[in-house]
């Protein structure tokens, strides 16, 4: 059998307690990589940054498994009824009908309601929770208030029903999706050589990092999570030297608010008045 069959075949029934296993692999991977090649030597106490992102990361956990059915049951419609590019695709090799599914995944599931995000003040609101942390490392990549939870599975919803993803190549993605993210997002220091090269398939630890300079332009830069591709194709690709990224957001520069889970539950309905990126080169 094709190994790429046997792969979609695996998480077309994975077990729950497989993917926690994933998440938290991942999470302890980079963990202790952080540990030892950092990029930035946080002078900080681990674990009480970790808390309110793995309070979060618990929330994404929970809301995607109650909606988990959803899911499901999309992805079973779209191939009875054979809806949706690969469905309406002729016969490919599996390699190749699951590599152009997982690129219309990430493009429709990951960089599109990035980018949206980044364009509408009350889901940007939301998105804030993520960007407002100050010291970015591994855990920062579910970050994320419950609310864009939410809006995050719509869009894969809507990825899924485009795409006409079979639920195993759906598993698929989401569990790179989040080994990436938790790569991208991990305070490691790779080669600044290595790191260009990957940028040209997968978003890099350096290229990530850029989006989470807190300042514009380059704060609406770099949406992707695993594909590159879209930053280039869409012109949303920015470059920054590493050594001079400052995380955090400008409009809440509080750190010691912005490490704690009720006011970062709070935020999404501060108000503020968002600064251009004129305003910002000004």
């Known amino acids: 059998m094709d190994v ?15 993917r926690s296993l994933i998440l938290v692999s991942g999470l302890t991977l980079f963990w202790v990589l952080e540990g030892s090649v950092p990029l930035f030597k946080f ?6 940054h970790a808390l309110p992102n793995l309070f979060f990361t618990l ?13 499901l049951n999309s ?34 599931g990951a960089y599109l309601p990035h980018w949206v995000e980044h364009r509408i003040k009350p889901l940007w609101m939301i998105h804030l929770v993520h960007h ?10 579910n970050r994320h208030h419950p609310l864009e939870s939410v809006v995050r599975f719509v869009f894969t919803l809507l990825g899924v029903l485009l795409v006409g993803a079979p639920i195993g ?10 080994v990436l993210s938790q790569f991208n997002h991990a305070n490691i220091q790779l080669p600044k050589q290595l790191d260009r090269w990957l940028r040209y398939v997968i978003v890099s630890p350096d290229m990530h990092k850029i989006h989470h300079h ?11 999570n695993i594909f590159s591709l879209w930053d280039h194709a869409f012109g949303t690709y920015m470059d920054f030297e590493r050594e001079r990224i400052v995380y955090g957001v400008d409009v809440f520069p509080d750190e010691s608010k912005n490490n704690q889970i009720k006011e970062l539950l709070k935020q999404p309905f501060q108000s503020y008045q968002r600064p251009t990126a004129e305003a910002e080169k000004n």
């Open 4 to 18: 790429m069959q046997m792969i979609i075949d695996y998480f077309e029934t994975i077990p729950s307690s497989h």
């Open 43 to 48: 002078n900080y106490k681990k674990w009480r």
């Open 59 to 71: 929330t994404t956990v929970i809301i995607n498994f109650i909606l988990a059915f959803l899911l």
């Open 75 to 108: 992805a079973d419609w779209v191939v009875a009824n054979q809806f949706g590019v690969l469905q309406w695709l002729p016969d490919l090799p599996v390699w190749a009908f699951a590599l152009i599914g997982l690129m219309l995944l990430d493009l429709i």
């Open 132 to 141: 407002s942390d100050h010291k970015v490392d591994t855990t920062t990549a």
């Open 169 to 178: 190549l759906v598993m698929l993605y989401q569990s790179l999706s989040l």
């Open 214 to 224: 807190y300042r514009l332009p380059f704060t609406d830069a770099n949406y992707g």
